[in-house]
């Protein structure tokens, strides 16, 4: 414990002092009496107050103000704050100027680079929103601000009142940027506080004109045109200087209703284009709706207003994208995909109505649309005997926030006797960012029901490693960027091998989006990556295109094997060096040749293998060509004495050792272990490892 107070000075210190977030920073010395480092103005417009008089009530007794019912149940949290240094979430009554308000209340500490633990405790007043009667239709509970609903109904009377006076009404949309990653880096709690904060930092700025909070890190303001520039900067100038000492910036979108009487949604939503064409722009902190907005404006309008048509009528078509297995070079999944076919603006990729569906909180239609059109399409497939492999389907975050997923998807898929092998269920990473606790229940209610659950475009923008740690998935989805550019002599091809194996060695299998070529489905085989995807073996295509060619053309893992193809996918080739007492170092500079054969009717194939076995193939004299290119269909004849041993270690399932010579030159010595076996086909995997091999030395020149 350190017994020094800290001290702000300077600039810094008026910077905070002035912001209009309520916040307070103290410390404990000589760990029970508490000193106030640092009160915000926030904080004395919030508890009506100077700076001496809270002070005071701080340091003294902070329970004195607060209601006797709350009283017990604050102090023992706060205790708890003060005690463990957790983060601090709390609702209680606080006496203001002889009113009970209700007061919510966030903490957090850190230590300072002189080593002071500082607590950050943030507030604001939530009593409207307590008492609300419809809190959850009218306010927003973190801010206090009214929300989508509430702003609908009394921006449409201001607007009015604004144009009667002559007042050109002004539509502001807020993003705060990289909200996201700010969760992810900071917590969550710290995250609120932004949130929290930027709302104080509106109102503050805006004083009495509308402002909501309509989603997430999305605030609109109706505000007129005088001044708002200034304004705007002035927001992102507060907001920079928050308590939690996090860089933080806004953008903001601005609509003028000078012309057109525009409904409030309407004129929202060309606020928010403007924001969103400028959110990766970090050099432009608000834009103005122009007229070259208007195409893209149109576009979401068209969606919007014929989604409902595109549904009914079947615009909507359901396309699948294979997904093959590296070690069989067969497909072994599906990806569903949507594509708009629209009578009027002809096909259209995902990338333009997906965005806008989810923004508008129709995207649940459109994925349960997509689930029945697969469970049809399955149902149609088993009932001509054609083969089945399993189909996935990716479920946008928002349904996450909207609906029970779970029972909706179990609903559908028990309506067409669906087998819940037979779906995979896809979740985007960026899902993870919020109500963790809620995705984990669902997570494990689809995976207790037998339904496959990956996890959707790792590493696209906010991949934490967190999230491979706190949840159970059965494969991870590589996003096409680790595709992007690939070279084996650049930096992503040591990059990409190092997070197939850190999540192979997890127990969790690997997909690689985005294959294009030969070269990458040969790296991305050898490196482990269990499945891959991309225009290398086919484009999405229309569901019918599958149904015509299953029965000759395209070749099916047989999902009766999945278990089998399981185990093989989950052997790690990735063994230790090791010496040896005797003869030191075998091997290579590349670790210990290994590799999966798989044994059939006497003949041996490769199903992966590492470098190391490949060099060892090499030195026995196979053809590098084949070494090094698809060996699907390269079936390898071993001695006699290999085939026993091989067949022996199979069936007993034990570790056999063999000393064998190889094409009646190289000597081996080498460990094999069961894999995989399948008695009634004769069919079986093992695990070869070369611990030495010997090869003849060149002849001596005369």
């Known amino acids: ?233 002035q927001v992102n100038d507060q907001i920079l200087r928050n308590p939690m000492g996090i860089p933080v910036q806004v953008c903001a979108g601005i609509f003028m209703d000078d012309r057109k009487e525009y409904d409030i949604f309407s004129s929202v939503d060309r606020a928010r284009l403007a924001c969103r064409s400028i959110k990766k722009d970090y050099a432009r902190r608000y834009r103005v709706f122009d007229r070259d907005m208007f195409n893209e404006y149109h576009q979401r309008r068209h969606i919007l207003t014929h989604f409902d048509e595109a549904l009914e009528n079947g615009y909507i078509k359901l396309y699948y994208q294979p997904i093959i297995r590296t070690i069989t070079g067969k497909i072994c999944d599906m990806e569903a995909l949507a594509r708009w076919i629209d009578p009027e603006k002809g096909m259209m990729p995902p990338s333009q109505f997906i965005s806008v569906l989810e923004d508008n909180r129709l995207i649940n239609k459109l994925d349960f649309y997509m689930l029945r059109r697969i469970c049809e399409n399955l149902a149609e497939r088993k009932r001509q005997d054609m083969p089945l492999v399993p189909v996935s389907v990716n479920i946008s975050r928002t349904n996450f926030e909207i609906c029970d997923v779970f029972d909706e998807v179990l609903a559908i898929v028990n309506e067409f006797n669906i087998a819940h092998n037979l779906l995979t269920i896809e979740i985007t990473e960026s899902a993870f960012i919020k109500n963790r606790q809620f995705l984990e229940n669902q997570i494990n209610k689809f995976r207790e029901s037998g339904f496959n659950v990956w996890m959707d475009d790792f590493g696209s923008e906010y991949s934490s490693l967190n999230t491979l740690q706190e949840y159970s998935f059965d494969l991870i989805k590589l996003d096409m960027r680790f595709m992007k550019n690939f070279s084996l002599t650049g930096k992503n091809h040591l990059i990409l091998s190092d997070v197939i194996s850190m999540i192979s060695r997890l127990g969790v299998n690997t997909l690689a989006e985005g294959v294009q070529t030969k070269e990458q489905l040969h790296f991305l085989r050898d490196a482990g990556c269990d499945k891959v995807q991309g225009y290398l073996f086919s484009k999405p295509m229309p569901c019918e295109y599958f149904l015509k060619k299953s029965r000759n053309g395209l070749q099916y893992d047989d999902i009766k094997k999945s278990s089998y193809y399981d185990r093989i996918e989950n052997t790690n080739l990735e063994l230790p060096v090791t010496f040896d007492n005797y003869s030191g170092f075998f091997g290579d500079s590349t670790g210990i040749a290994a590799a999966v054969l798989e044994f059939h009717n006497a003949k041996f194939k490769i199903l992966k293998a590492n470098n190391a076995y490949k060099e060892f193939l090499e030195a026995s004299g196979e053809d590098p060509e084949q070494i090094y290119s698809d060996y699907y269909d390269w079936e390898m004849d071993m001695t006699p004495q290999f085939q026993k041993i091989a067949k022996k270690c199979l069936q007993s399932r034990n570790p056999e050792m063999i000393n064998d010579i190889i094409n009646e030159k190289v000597e081996i010595n080498a460990r094999l272990i069961n894999v995989a076996y399948d008695p009634h086909n004769d069919l079986g995997a093992i695990l070869v490892i070369i611990n030495r091999y010997d090869t003849p030395s060149p002849p001596l020149l005369p």
């Open 1 to 233: 414990m350190n017994d020094t107070l800290y001290e702000y000075y300077g600039r810094q210190k008026n910077d905070m002092e002035s912001s209009a977030v309520p916040f307070l920073i103290f410390q404990m010395l000589n760990e029970n009496e508490l000193k106030v480092v640092l009160i915000s103005d926030g904080i004395c417009r919030l508890f009506k107050g100077d700076r001496s008089q809270i002070r005071y009530v701080l340091e003294n007794d902070i329970v004195t103000t607060v209601h006797p019912e709350d009283a017990e149940k604050i102090a023992t949290v706060w205790k708890q704050f003060l005690k463990e240094h957790n983060e601090f979430d709390a609702v209680f009554r606080k006496q203001i100027q002889n009113e009970f308000r209700s007061i919510h209340v966030c903490g957090d500490s850190h230590l300072t680079d002189t080593g002071e633990r500082l607590y950050v405790v943030w507030c604001s007043d939530v009593t409207d929103v307590v008492n609300a009667e419809k809190i959850n239709t009218y306010y927003d509970k973190l801010t206090g601000l009214p929300n989508m609903t509430s702003f609908g109904i009394f921006a449409e009377q201001e607007r009015a009142r604004m144009k009667n006076r002559g007042i050109v009404p002004a539509f502001v949309y807020f993003d705060i940027r990289d909200m996201k990653a700010i969760n992810e880096k900071h917590g969550f709690a710290k995250g609120n506080g932004i949130l929290a904060g930027t709302a104080f930092v509106l109102k503050d700025v805006f004083g009495k004109d509308a402002i909501a909070r309509f989603s997430d890190d999305h605030f609109v303001v109706l505000t007129q045109k005088r001044h708002l520039e200034q304004k705007i900067e």
